[in-house]
């Protein structure tokens, strides 16, 4: 069981880091993992953080030994991120943003279609094309069979991210973080492929913990599929999908920054940040 709402602090997730990455680089402080990478100290935790004294401690030991912490996609407060400043002014340490957002969110307590019709025009006319594609068939991941993943890391492939080699498997096997909570928590996922003639074209992918607060963890689509705009469609029909599930009622974080499709579709939003704490020469 899941101890908070936060999927990337649970076990599987921590399990999962020392799978996808050599264990020994793996280190734990204070309940949080990090990844050692040359002179850098990744945070494998995303979205909330709880920087105790004792946590501090350790980050400030690690800058110390010559590593800078970095941390991404993490949720503050302009209050959390004074106090964070004031504790590395305090300790003779440098606290950098290298990216700053308003990380956009989608919470609805109403048909998704009555939704979209508030929206814009383009956005409309969206919806209607995946309303009206009748060739597109859509899967739901059972929690038995693994071939829907199989086609996860096709359409990763065959897409943009993989001739720029930043498909999953080529960063650092992130194919590896997703599956096993996947398999392992299929109540607080849910998987999504768009096909067309038997051919996958596109993808969702969802995590969550204990709440009814979904991440949009992945998404994407083939280069056959941007053509079919398979993407934009099996989201539309996942969102759907969700909703349905849980009588209208969803809270969505697209986890994601800067993607005009997403800044369309919100109706709320969170600031997120990339930061890294270094010392001071």
């Known amino acids: 069981m899941l101890k908070d709402n936060n999927f990337t602090s649970s076990k599987i997730w921590k399990d999962s880091n020392r799978i996808r990455y050599d264990v020994k680089n793996v280190v734990n402080l204070d309940n949080v993992d990090f990844v050692i990478k040359d002179t850098e100290i990744l945070c494998l935790q995303y979205f909330k953080i709880d920087f105790t004294e004792n946590l501090l401690k350790l980050i400030k030991s ?98 943009w991210k993989g001739k720029n080699l930043c498909d999953m498997k080529s960063l650092d096997r992130e194919d590896l973080q997703y599956i096993f909570y996947l398999m392992s928590e299929p109540n607080n996922s849910s998987l999504m492929v768009a096909f067309k003639d038997n051919e996958p074209l596109a993808y969702s992918l969802w995590f969550k913990a204990n709440d009814d607060a979904w991440y949009a963890a992945k998404w994407g689509a083939s280069d056959s599929g941007r053509v079919v705009n398979a993407g934009i469609k099996v989201l539309f029909n996942h969102i759907n999908y969700i909703l349905n599930k849980q009588n209208n009622i969803l809270n969505l974080d697209f986890w994601g920054r800067r993607s005009q499709f997403y800044d369309m579709l919100k109706n709320s939003d969170i600031r997120r940040y990339h930061f890294e704490i270094r010392g001071q020469n």
């Open 62 to 159: 690690s800058v110390i030994n010559g590593k800078n912490v970095i941390f991404k996609y993490i949720d503050l407060t302009e209050e959390q991120l004074i106090l964070l400043k004031n504790w590395c002014n305090k300790n003779n340490l440098n606290l950098f943003i290298n990216d700053e957002w308003d990380a956009p969110k989608l919470i609805l307590a109403e048909d998704f279609s009555n939704y979209i019709k508030k929206k814009c025009t383009l956005l409309k006319r969206d919806y209607v094309k995946y309303l009206s594609d009748i060739e597109i068939e859509y899967q739901i991941f059972s929690g038995k069979a693994l071939d829907l993943w199989t086609s996860v890391l096709t359409i990763d492939k065959k897409s």
